[in-house]
């Protein structure tokens, strides 16, 4: 810990230096000057090799490795370049040091969480304890929008892998993520029969009317107790104001907590069936995250190597998904929210608390030196 305090000015330098290289997930182009930096970053924090993943619509990846010859599974880094915050933002959010805080647009989501890694990664490599292990470093930047093209590139890394360990930030009161709820995204289609809304009404087949039915229908899925949730969030309809509506197409958002709770969802949502008479409807998966479970054991292995460091970390969980939920998913062991404190992701007021920096990059090199003499799990 004593080490990493004295490394904290060198790690908001590099904090400070990915911020200011804005990179909105859906501008390429400031993306990639992103990636262009940790590219070089990589190469000087010692990497055996980087390779960059070309991407039409998104910024490049980057996959560095360190230790490649060495035999075992490798350990494997999920972090994401990327940011909600729109080209611009550092205007109106200027970087602002205050009160034990470093405010700033993506230095909570997630840039604190690259630099912890990579710190703690160098630290291990200068003092010749980097365990003879591979260890694979995985930078994305479509995660704020669901990972729809790094999603194999992610399960293809973590096929053989002994562990996964994703950067995303803790939890506001400070623990990391043993579970995350899973959701899928669906499109409602109803389709009625348009008419004279003044002469002929009784000709047309509303489908407003048969959307509000279908509506209450889903709505009885939520089971909000056991985390399942359900909600109707756009919705768009109708031709004119004199015309029975012919067309509806509404979007869900599904969150579960499990895979059997995703499966029922699905089960319901895609056999739902026409309340009026001549209507058709279909409701379609567009994409999918599943579930993080927690695992048991996997918290206390890394509780345990915690405390012989004198840090203390408590179990918590998210309803928004990460990367780790497709790592877990596949029952590789998974451990999420490992990156920096702070509050007010995605928000103007995103901030990262400066101490915790050493703090994680502290349990983050534990880990990786002692994860495989602490036991299974």
């Excluded at 060495?70 to 370049?81: I, T």
């Excluded at 200027?94 to 997630?110: S, V």
């Excluded at 990059?361 to 495989?372: K, N, P, Q, R, V």
């Amino acid at each position: 810990m004593d080490y990493f305090r004295h490394r904290q000015a060198d790690m908001l330098k590099l904090l400070a230096e990915m911020v200011q290289r804005e990179s909105f997930t859906r501008e390429k182009t400031g993306v990639d000057r992103l990636v262009d930096f940790m590219e070089e970053q990589f190469q000087a924090y010692g990497a055996f090799s980087v390779q960059r993943f070309p991407q039409q619509h998104v910024g490049d990846f980057l996959l560095a490795k360190w230790n490649e010859n060495a035999r075992d599974k490798p350990y494997l880094f999920l972090v994401h370049a990327d940011t909600v915050h729109p080209t611009g933002s550092l205007e109106s959010m200027p970087i602002k040091i205050a009160g034990g805080r470093f405010y700033a647009p993506g230095a909570l989501d997630m840039k604190a969480g690259t630099v912890i890694a990579l710190e703690a990664i160098r630290a291990l490599q200068a003092s010749d304890q980097l365990p003879p292990r591979p260890i694979h470093f995985l930078l994305t930047t479509d995660e704020e929008i669901g990972s729809p093209y790094s999603e194999a590139l992610i399960k293809e890394g973590a096929e053989k892998c002994e562990l996964a360990l994703v950067m995303e930030p803790a939890t506001k009161e400070g623990t990391i993520k043993t579970w995350r709820k899973g959701g899928g995204k669906y499109t409602l289609t109803i389709e009625g029969r348009a008419a004279h809304a003044g002469i002929a009404p009784q000709e047309g087949i509303n489908a407003i009317i048969e959307f509000a039915r279908q509506a209450l229908e889903i709505n009885r899925l939520n089971d909000l107790k056991y985390g399942t949730s359900v909600s109707v969030t756009m919705v768009d309809g109708g031709s004119a104001g004199n015309v029975i509506p012919a067309h509806v197409r509404a979007h869900i958002d599904t969150r579960v907590m499990t895979i059997e709770a995703m499966r029922n969802l699905h089960e319901a949502l895609t056999n739902l069936y026409p309340k009026m008479p001549g209507a058709k409807v279909s409701c379609v998966r567009d994409r999918q995250r599943p579930p993080m479970e927690r695992r048991p054991g996997l918290f206390e292995k890394a509780a345990e190597i915690g405390e012989r460091h004198g840090i203390t970390i408590y179990e918590g969980g998210s309803g928004g998904g990460s990367d780790g939920n497709f790592t877990a998913a596949m029952g590789v062991p998974t451990l999420d929210g490992l990156g920096a404190h702070g509050d007010g992701a995605h928000t103007a007021h995103e901030h990262v608390i400066i101490d915790s920096l050493p703090r994680q990059a502290t349990l983050i090199a534990a880990i990786l030196m002692e994860w495989t003499q602490a036991g299974s799990a």
